[in-house]
Structure formats: structure tokens, C-alpha cells
């Protein structure tokens, strides 16, 4: 009809205008960002937003036998090498055996490390991020847990938003100082960097011996909400004076995004060095699984952290992560 014809028109100017809005970004930057690249993806001038990547980013239905247009489920444990040697350089990059380290060349060896849809999710969540690497974990709690122990070490201090989630709490609160970190608490808000300064000068912490500011924003169960930039002002221009050119940062700016999701804030744009998930919540968004996400842009703590996934066995399954492309479909 001449009223369907219309408001079809109208949705497809709408859709022009906001393809040309500088909110959106070029695909190929999302290419670039995202842990591997897959030529299929690039498309010449496009622009596109998180939205549309989540549907179609890293993966080319005409490469499979069947043409799915779905993404298929690998429920595979483990995967064939082309030739004993292959499989020898693959394990001792996935474990940094002989100072290697694995990249998007890297076959897969086991899905304990990786698996195609696991994969794939991490890409389009680093899209929606803005960010380069993303690692999907068995729970927040595993997400969290592995941050904690790949960035502190004994005699390490750290500084937590207060309130948290109440896992994230009991793990600062109890099963660090078990290993020789000194967790110190800041209440959530607009005075929190006011009280971290006061905090670090009234108590005399040595600043270099500050690894970590994890903050929850909005916090849980209160919905605080805390400045993510004037955070990460103050880590790089009152904590990171000193540091050397390492390929790793002093102190990270760790944000949990698990209330608002990548949709309604991007922490990466507001200086945040991490950003994590309980993806259970809305980036599930059917209460139907379990699961916890990490992103980040710096490479030394993107492998840590992938180390510490494939040591500790803190990886989801491979049908947690196709239900979880199914909630970035939806």
C-alpha cells in the first residue's frame, strides 16, 4: 500500500542519516580493533555501528560446506593439525613456550584455549567495546578473578569502589590478602577521586606499589555511578609519573560495564585500560546461561590474561558463547 511504500522510505532515510552520523564508525576500524582480521569483513567506505557488526562481523557464510547463514556450533574438544611440527609450534605458542606468544595465526589446539564460537564472540564484543582484545570466561567471577591474578603480586595494592558486586567483594575482601595483596576500599561516587587521593596520602602508599583501580559503575546494588575519566586522569597524571617504557602500564583502570553494557557506555572512551562483564546479566539477556567477559587494548596483559584463561581452565563453552552471539543478535 501507498502507507507501507511511505514508511518504508521514511525508516530508510532514517537509517541514511544515522549511517553518516560521526557516532559510527568505519568498519574497517573495527577490523582493525578486533583480534583477528577476516577480509570478508571489510567493506569499502562503509560505515557501521556496533549493532550491525554484532550480526556479521568474522564470519562469511559462503566459507562453510553448507552456506549457514548461523554461525555453526563446534562442540569439538579438539582440532587437526596439518603435520606434527604444525602442532608443536601451536602448543608452544599457546603456552609461550621458548619466548612465543600466539597470534590470530595460531591454529586451534584445544578448546580449552579457544574454539571457533568462543572465538568469534570475543571479536564482535571487542567491536561493541571499541576496543582490541576480548576474552570470554566461565562467569564474572572467573573474568574477575583472572584480572586480579594476572595484574597483582605479593605486596601489590589495590583500590575498589565500594559497594561492589558482592562476589567481586569477597574476593578483595578475603582471597587476596590471602596471597599478600593489600585491598583498600573508596566509596563510589563523585567524590572518588577525592578519597583516593586523601587515601593514598593520609596512609603514606607508596604509589609504584599501586597496580590496579577496579571500579563497578553503575555500582551493584545501588546504581552509583562513578567518573571513569577524572579515574583515569588521575592514575596516568598522580600514579604512572615514573613508569618506564615497559610494554606494560603501572596501574590499570579496570571498569566493571556489567549494568549498563557496551550499548549504554563505552568505558574505553573514558580512559578505562579494562573493561568486564558478568555476561550472564544484559549481555545474556535470557537468564538461560553463565558466563563473564575481559577486554583490553594492551598486549602484554591480553596474553597474561589468556594464559591465566588456559591454566586455570576459567574458558565458557562453546554453546554459552553461540547463546551469547545469539543475545548480541537480539
Same mark, same amino acid.
Given at each position: 500500500?501507498?502507507?507501507?511504500?511511505?514508511?518504508?522510505?521514511?525508516?530508510?532515510?532514517?537509517?541514511?542519516?544515522?549511517?553518516?552520523?560521526?557516532?559510527?564508525?568505519?568498519?574497517?576500524?573495527?577490523? $582493525?580493533?578486533?583480534?583477528?582480521?577476516?577480509?570478508?569483513?571489510?567493506?569499502?567506505?562503509? *560505515? &557501521? +555501528?556496533?549493532?550491525?557488526?554484532?550480526?556479521?562481523?568474522?564470519?562469511?557464510?559462503?566459507?562453510?560446506? @553448507?552456506?549457514?547463514? $548461523?554461525?555453526?556450533?563446534?562442540?569439538?574438544?579438539?582440532?587437526?593439525?596439518?603435520?606434527?611440527?604444525?602442532? $608443536?609450534?601451536?602448543?608452544?605458542?599457546?603456552?609461550?613456550?621458548?619466548?612465543?606468544?600466539?597470534? +590470530?595465526?595460531?591454529?586451534?589446539?584445544?578448546?580449552?584455549?579457544?574454539?571457533?564460537?568462543?572465538?568469534?564472540?570475543?571479536?564482535?564484543?571487542?567491536?561493541?567495546?571499541?576496543?582490541? @582484545?576480548?576474552?570470554?570466561?566461565?562467569?564474572?567471577?572467573? =573474568?574477575?578473578?583472572?584480572?586480579?591474578?594476572?595484574?597483582?603480586?605479593?605486596?601489590? +595494592?589495590?583500590?575498589?569502589?565500594?559497594?561492589?558486586?558482592?562476589?567481586?567483594?569477597?574476593?578483595?575482601? +578475603?582471597?587476596?590478602?590471602?596471597?599478600?595483596? @593489600?585491598?583498600?576500599?573508596?566509596?563510589?561516587?563523585?567524590? &572518588?577521586?577525592?578519597?583516593? *587521593?586523601?587515601?593514598?596520602?593520609?596512609?603514606?602508599?607508596?604509589?609504584?606499589?599501586?597496580?590496579?583501580?577496579?571500579?563497578?559503575?553503575?555500582?551493584?546494588?545501588?546504581?552509583?555511578?562513578?567518573?571513569?575519566?577524572?579515574?583515569? =586522569?588521575?592514575?596516568?597524571?598522580?600514579?604512572?609519573?615514573?613508569?618506564?617504557?615497559?610494554?606494560?602500564?603501572?596501574?590499570?583502570?579496570?571498569?566493571?560495564?556489567?549494568? &549498563?553494557?557496551?550499548?549504554?557506555?563505552?568505558?574505553?572512551?573514558?580512559?578505562?585500560?579494562?573493561?568486564?562483564?558478568? =555476561?550472564?546479566? &544484559?549481555?545474556?539477556?535470557?537468564?538461560?546461561?553463565?558466563?563473564?567477559?575481559?577486554?583490553?587494548?594492551?598486549?602484554?596483559?591480553?596474553?597474561?590474561?589468556?594464559?591465566?584463561?588456559?591454566?586455570?581452565?576459567?574458558?565458557?563453552?562453546?554453546?554459552?558463547?553461540?547463546?551469547?552471539? *545469539?543475545?548480541?543478535?537480539?
Amino acid at each position: 500500500s501507498i502507507q507501507l511504500q511511505s514508511l518504508s522510505l521514511n525508516l530508510m532515510q532514517k537509517a541514511s542519516r544515522s549511517l553518516a552520523s560521526p557516532k559510527w564508525f568505519k568498519y574497517s576500524t573495527v577490523i $582493525k580493533r578486533a583480534s583477528h582480521t577476516y577480509e570478508s569483513c571489510k567493506v569499502p567506505g562503509a *560505515r &557501521f +555501528h556496533p549493532e550491525t557488526c554484532s550480526l556479521g562481523l568474522g564470519y562469511d557464510s559462503k566459507s562453510t560446506t @553448507h552456506k549457514s547463514v $548461523k554461525h555453526p556450533l563446534y562442540l569439538s574438544s579438539t582440532f587437526l593439525f596439518e603435520s606434527a611440527e604444525v602442532g $608443536k609450534q601451536a602448543f608452544e605458542e599457546v603456552y609461550g613456550l621458548n619466548g612465543q606468544q600466539a597470534t +590470530h595465526k595460531t591454529p586451534m589446539i584445544y578448546s580449552r584455549v579457544t574454539n571457533p564460537n568462543i572465538l568469534l564472540y570475543e571479536q564482535r564484543l571487542a567491536s561493541w567495546d571499541q576496543m582490541t @582484545h576480548c576474552l570470554l570466561f566461565s562467569s564474572g567471577m572467573a =573474568a574477575v578473578s583472572t584480572l586480579a591474578f594476572s595484574v597483582l603480586k605479593p605486596g601489590d +595494592h589495590c583500590f575498589v569502589s565500594r559497594p561492589v558486586y558482592g562476589g567481586t567483594d569477597a574476593l578483595f575482601s +578475603h582471597i587476596l590478602p590471602e596471597f599478600g595483596v @593489600h585491598t583498600h576500599w573508596i566509596e563510589a561516587g563523585d567524590h &572518588f577521586v577525592a578519597g583516593l *587521593r586523601s587515601y593514598i596520602d593520609r596512609n603514606a602508599i607508596e604509589k609504584d606499589k599501586i597496580k590496579l583501580i577496579y571500579i563497578e559503575t553503575p555500582s551493584n546494588p545501588s546504581n552509583v555511578h562513578t567518573d571513569i575519566a577524572a579515574t583515569s =586522569a588521575f592514575i596516568e597524571q598522580e600514579l604512572c609519573l615514573n613508569a618506564s617504557d615497559s610494554e606494560h602500564k603501572q596501574c590499570y583502570l579496570a571498569v566493571d560495564n556489567t549494568i &549498563f553494557g557496551p550499548k549504554y557506555q563505552t568505558p574505553a572512551n573514558f580512559g578505562a585500560d579494562v573493561v568486564l562483564y558478568s =555476561a550472564t546479566k &544484559f549481555l545474556g539477556g535470557h537468564s538461560d546461561l553463565i558466563a563473564g567477559t575481559i577486554s583490553c587494548n594492551e598486549e602484554h596483559l591480553f596474553q597474561q590474561l589468556s594464559l591465566y584463561r588456559t591454566i586455570c581452565g576459567g574458558i565458557s563453552q562453546p554453546f554459552v558463547s553461540w547463546l551469547l552471539l *545469539r543475545s548480541l543478535e537480539t
